[in-house]
């Protein structure tokens, strides 16, 4: 009897043992940067691409780098649809304006984009409208206004990839317009700060802003930045070229290694929450 009752005892105590073990690894001190999911904001599946990496493949190589959600465009826009149709549960689709490779610098100056468009945002769901190009007065065009129209009416988010002046004008169009900034438009911390200041409605993907973090070190003034602005700012590959789809592991290895760097929290927002919060959650989609 006396050995029935010390067993029950030990068991008691390995039992809590093993509870504290399991609660403790369930807290923020267990988040992992080198395995933690990632919100991609910025990924291209374009035409270039389709026959090497068909859409099968493509989901596969984003999950094996431990990308669950992303934000995906394309040239034209079937690629998008083929990845959505793939991994609905992974894909945000976002529509392009453009249709064809080489129209990065002129589709604003082409007014059958806005037919296009609309066509497309009847007939399926995304959840925003980019990625497009634009530098500083052009985003007072006509055709650039009416895309900020139509994201208004839709809903949805712009993805642009613009210098800041062009952001600022946007915004002058629609005060409430909802934007991610690709690249964060490839300018300085200070520049990035002040934009991010005055507009709650702006979000940044870090896509090829390799120059920020390099050796384990933040340029000056932007671990600073990304920590005051922490709900700002997205993780982002960006596919522009076939190549790239070559490179996910190395470019992750950079992003997760930049995680490491930041406090665990700001880290989780930027691999995971910021997207999920701002983006999936008003997707209208079939998920
Ligand atoms: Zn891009």
Do not use: C
């Not at 149709?85 to 589709?107: A, H, I, N």
């Not at 650039?144 to 062009?166: E, F, I, N, T």
């Not at 997205?234 to 070229?241: K, N």
């Amino acid at each position: 009897m006396l050995t029935f009752i010390y067993m029950i005892f030990r068991y008691d105590k390995l039992m809590m043992v093993l509870l504290v073990l399991v609660s403790s690894s369930g807290q923020a001190g267990a988040f992992d940067p080198e395995t933690t999911p990632i919100f991609d904001a910025h990924i291209h599946y374009s035409m270039d691409v389709w026959d090497a990496i068909p859409a099968a493949d493509a989901i596969r190589r984003l999950e094996a780098v431990g990308i669950k959600r992303a934000m995906v465009s394309s040239t034209s826009d079937e690629g998008t649809l083929r990845l959505f149709r793939s991994s609905p549960g992974l894909v945000l689709p976002v529509l392009r304006p453009y249709r064809k490779f080489g129209t990065t610098r002129s589709w604003m100056h082409d007014e059958t984009v806005i037919p296009y468009l609309e066509k497309r945002l009847s007939k399926y769901r995304y959840v925003a409208i980019g990625e497009f190009h634009l530098q500083g007065e052009e985003a007072d065009l006509p055709v650039v206004r009416a895309v900020v129209q139509l994201a208004k009416k839709y809903g949805l988010m712009l993805h642009v990839h613009s210098d800041a002046d062009a952001i600022e004008l946007i915004i002058s169009q629609d005060p409430d317009a909802k934007i991610v900034w690709a690249h964060a438009g490839f300018e300085e911390g200070h520049v990035v700060s002040d934009l991010l200041d005055n507009h709650d409605k702006l979000w940044a993907d870090l896509s090829f802003r390799r120059e920020i973090f390099v050796n384990g070190r933040f340029l000056h003034g932007w671990r600073e930045l990304l920590i005051r602005h922490s709900d700002r700012f997205m993780l982002a590959i960006d596919t522009y070229i076939p190549q790239r789809w070559l490179k996910l592991n190395e470019v992750m290895g950079w992003q997760r290694s930049l995680l490491k760097h930041l406090p665990v929290e700001v880290a989780k927002r930027i691999a995971w929450e910021n997207g999920e919060n701002v983006v999936t959650r008003h997707f209208k989609g079939i998920r």
